[in-house]
Nanobody, 124 residues
């Protein structure tokens, strides 16, 4: 069992930045990790993710160029740096650990463990 704990959410004005963190209770260095978000009344969607070694990173079109996903395997922590935030970025952001290890791509589904989420609110 792995616990994932997100932090770093909050209220920010449009154009601002936030850095989300996701700390795992156990080793995650051999797993792809992803960030997802869910806005009120909408389905959960993939935001960004990276392979176990960070060599491949993938982003949703809606955040490409504004967000950077990274990881520190020594700390079992994954980050999501979000810049130029827009009101439509308002959502609960979740991190997740993929099911398969050493996956050579960033999966969009099949994540096995999820955090409880952190709220990001962007005011206009």
């Amino acid at each position: 069992q792995v616990q994932l704990l997100e932090s770093g959410g909050g209220l920010v004005q449009a154009g601002g930045s936030l850095r989300l963190s996701c700390a795992a209770s156990r080793r995650t260095s051999i797993y792809a990790m992803g960030w997802f978000r869910q806005a009120p009344g909408k389905e959960r969607e993939f935001v960004a993710g990276l392979t176990w070694n960070g060599s491949i990173r993938d982003y949703a079109d809606s955040v490409k160029g504004r967000c950077t996903v990274s990881r520190d395997n020594a700390k079992n922590t994954v980050y999501l740096q979000m810049n130029s935030l827009k009101p439509e970025d308002t959502a609960i952001y979740y991190c997740a650990r993929a099911a398969g290890h050493y996956t050579p791509f960033v999966p969009k589904d099949g994540y096995e463990y999820w955090g409880q989420g952190t709220q990001v609110t962007v005011s206009s």
